[in-house]
């Protein structure tokens, strides 16, 4: 017995796994802008590196993301006396971002980088609503990702998620608040 919901189901299953997007290219592109992310700590950090106070190091982690699959992105740890920060790296298929990476310390407190539109200051800015009062609802309009300027930014904790330049200074401030957890 045929049930047409389900066949009409199964075949937009199909067409999406025949669809032209390069999940090879979407993959390079996000450890194209984590090796940029990492580069940006690293002149961040150069000073107490070269003083040796700092110690930076990348480690392979495997990551999986659906469409893309199972791939190697390297995680930074940093060593601060007897401290490590990690910055590791979630993924590129997340919602209203391009990418992110959660930066772990010893203790309980934890802190967020994403890769946004460089716009955006707040959570609110990625909402768009649309009302048509004919009764019809606007076709949205689509934004193609890699036409949008994107940043690297710390998104603050809750009730009011902010999304922060990643600085210096800012990240100093990050750092030192997982640090002492």
């Known amino acids: 017995m045929k049930n047409t919901v389900f066949d009409e189901f199964v075949k937009s299953q199909q067409a999406d796994a025949h669809s032209d997007v390069d999940w090879n290219a979407i993959r390079d592109e996000w450890l194209r802008r984590l090796d940029e992310l990492y580069g940006q700590i690293r002149a961040f950090l ?5 003083a040796g106070e700092i110690q930076l190091q990348l480690s392979p982690i495997t990551l999986s993301e659906e469409n893309i699959g199972s791939y190697t992105a390297p995680e930074l740890t940093l060593k601060i006396g007897r401290k490590q920060v990690k910055f590791r790296p979630i993924g590129t298929l997340m919602i209203g971002t391009r990418g992110r990476v959660d930066v772990i310390g010893p203790g309980i407190t934890e802190a967020r ?3 946004i539109n460089k716009k955006f200051t707040r959570a609110s800015d990625m909402i768009r609503l ?9 076709t949205p309009p689509r934004n193609d990702p890699s036409k949008i300027d994107q940043a690297w930014k710390i998104v603050t904790r809750l009730p009011e998620r902010r999304f922060i330049e990643l600085t210096q200074e800012t ?11």
């Open 171 to 181: 990240l100093f401030k990050m750092i030192m608040e997982v640090a002492n957890g």
């Open 130 to 138: 649309s009302i048509d009062f004919a009764g019809k609802l606007p």
């Open 113 to 115: 980088l994403v890769l």
């Open 46 to 50: 150069n000073d107490y590196v070269k």
